[in-house]
Nanobody, 126 residues
Framework: EVHLVESGGGLVQPGESLRLSCAASGFTFSSYAMSWVRQVPGKGREWVSV????????YYADSVKGRFTIFRDDLQNTLTLQMNSLKPEDTAVYSC???????????????????WGQGTQVTVSS
């Protein structure tokens, strides 16, 4: 049984930082690419960042590039998203997701998911 549990969300002011964590279990964590996605009520889910199974390559959505950093610890089965210089438009529910298939191209990644956590709320407001 795949289990993904996020933590670290909260309410912050614009320009501040948050670190989100995801604890994974029920599968061989090190064998899978992992991702952070986010969703705003009334809007579709969008990918934020992806890290390959080996941790050797990362992708970021243009909207967060330069501000967010994704990393993983395969010994502890954890995934982290460091979010700096937060903006009001970053407000969303952030979920940790297990990647079923990741296709690389010059245009960017194509991602297929097969599991998600319940998410943690991030609110950026003054």
């Amino acid at each position: 049984e795949v289990h993904l549990v996020e933590s670290g969300g909260g309410l912050v002011q614009p320009g501040e930082s948050l670190r989100l964590s995801c604890a994974a279990s029920g599968f061989t964590f090190s064998s899978y690419a992992m991702s952070w996605v986010r969703q705003v009520p009334g809007k579709g889910r969008e990918w934020v960042s992806v890290i390959t199974a080996g941790g050797g390559f990362t992708y970021y959505a243009d909207s967060v590039k330069g501000r967010f950093t994704i990393f993983r610890d395969d010994l502890q089965n954890t995934l982290t998203l460091q979010m700096n210089s937060l903006k009001p438009e970053d407000t969303a529910v952030y979920s940790c997701a297990k990647v079923k298939r990741l296709t690389h191209s010059r245009a960017g990644p194509s991602i297929e998911y097969d599991a998600w956590g319940q998410g943690t709320q991030v609110t950026v407001s003054s």
